[in-house]
């Protein structure tokens, strides 16, 4: 394994264990980035965060929550208008990370199906962001989106996640940002890049 590659492996691990510093660290290349011009689309101060779930109903309020995690310091940088916990996994999916084939990995109609949109009185937001820690296919954050569309159908609902998987390659560059399209095709998901 490549040198990138270990580090970018570390630092998936130092995303997923919710390290202070690592994610605050990731806040500030987000800031840096759209003050360079990328990323407006995903972040300003009429976008609503949302984290999204994690795979499995909370046990417990000091569980790890990574998504989360990044959506707070994104907040406390400015980057957003507010953070809202609006989507709540009421049913356990299987992790795709521990899935081997991409058929055995639950798409984008059985995350939608665990998630509810939680009680919200809030009016519509100008947009809403989806933000996950892991992107690998995309099937969490199309559910999370199908979710958050269908309580909010006249708001603008885009995602971002902090790292991209990229199977059966070396990494080249840890910051390599990319802004990209997820969509469905013949009922699975496919991602660009």
Not at 34 to 40: A, L, P, Q
Not at 98 to 113: M, N, V, W
Not at 129 to 151: E, F, K, P, Q, S
Request: glycine residues 6%; positive net charge; contains cysteine.
């Amino acid at each position: 394994m490549e040198e990138a590659s270990r580090r970018s492996a570390k630092a998936v691990a130092d995303i997923k264990n919710c390290l202070p510093d690592y994610i605050a660290r990731i806040a500030l290349r987000f800031e840096e980035a759209v003050g360079d011009g990328k990323f407006r689309q995903f972040l300003g101060n009429d976008v609503v965060l949302v984290p999204a779930p994690r795979s499995a109903p909370f046990k417990s309020k000091d569980a790890a929550w990574p998504a989360r995690q990044i959506c707070d310091a994104l907040a406390s940088r400015g980057l957003c208008a507010t953070v809202e916990d609006w989507l709540e996994r009421h049913t356990t999916v299987k992790k795709s990370a521990l899935s081997r084939k991409g058929t055995e990995r639950p798409g984008p109609d059985q995350h939608a199906a665990t998630l509810r949109c939680g009680d919200v009185l809030a009016p519509p937001p100008a947009r809403i962001t989806i933000v996950d820690d892991v992107v690998t296919r995309g099937a969490t954050l199309l559910g999370c989106a199908r979710v958050i569309a269908a309580r909010f159908p006249e708001t603008e609902v885009r995602a971002l996640a902090v790292v991209r998987t990229m199977s059966k390659q070396e990494i080249q560059s840890m910051l390599a940002p990319v802004e990209g399209r997820i969509w469905v095709q013949n009922g699975m998901p496919r991602r660009e890049p």
